[in-house]
């Protein structure tokens, strides 16, 4: 009975990565729309046997984090400017956005800061640059701005925590927010 008990224990331990959802890192230039759309599309309710998935209360957390991809932009030294290249990378980006399977959601652009200047400053440069993304879509590629809400998240949430001034710790992350 021990024994069963341990592989059960071993064997959840082992599933519990498979439902972790690595964030794809995406940099300048690397961009294509087929894996945006695949990495924005939510995937299927995962059915396993024996298992039973009990309806969850409103405004309870997910289980299945939201499909989400983080975008290496560049902007200039301490301003939300996009660069030439930047609007190469969200000329990509928006035909993803315009693409059939993307179309029925509503997605956050959340733009993050590395931690050189103040809390405060680098909070409202983040939603900057999270609303300068934004308002390029809206503009220039038609995507509808109900669709899209600009979040700033400041230099909370490190994606590098070794190197604080690395670049991609100055990132904008899109977020499918579903329906």
Do not use: C, H, W
Not at 3 to 17: E, K, T, V
Not at 21 to 29: A, D, L, M, N
């Amino acid at each position: 009975m021990k024994i069963r008990l341990l592989l059960a224990g071993y064997a959840l331990a082992l599933a519990i990565p498979a439902f972790a959802q690595e964030e794809p890192v995406i940099k300048e230039g690397q961009e294509n729309v087929g894996s945006l759309v695949e990495a924005l599309t939510p995937k299927p309710e995962v059915r396993m046997r024996g298992i039973k998935i009990l309806r969850q209360e409103p405004g309870s957390p997910s289980i299945v984090p939201p499909p989400k991809v983080s975008l290496l932009i560049t902007f200039e030294t301490n301003s939300a400017v996009l660069t030439a290249r930047s609007r190469q990378s969200l000329d990509v980006v928006g035909q993803a956005l315009a693409s059939g399977k993307l179309t029925p959601f509503r997605f956050a652009i959340e733009g993050y800061a590395d931690p050189r200047g103040s809390s405060a400053a680098n909070l409202k440069l983040s939603k900057q640059r999270a609303e300068s993304v934004r308002a390029y879509l809206v503009d220039n590629l038609r995507i509808d701005p109900a669709r899209l809400d600009a979040v700033g998240k400041g230099d909370r949430e490190l994606m590098n925590k070794v190197d604080v001034d690395a670049p991609e710790n100055r990132r904008v992350t899109i977020v499918n927010l579903s329906r």
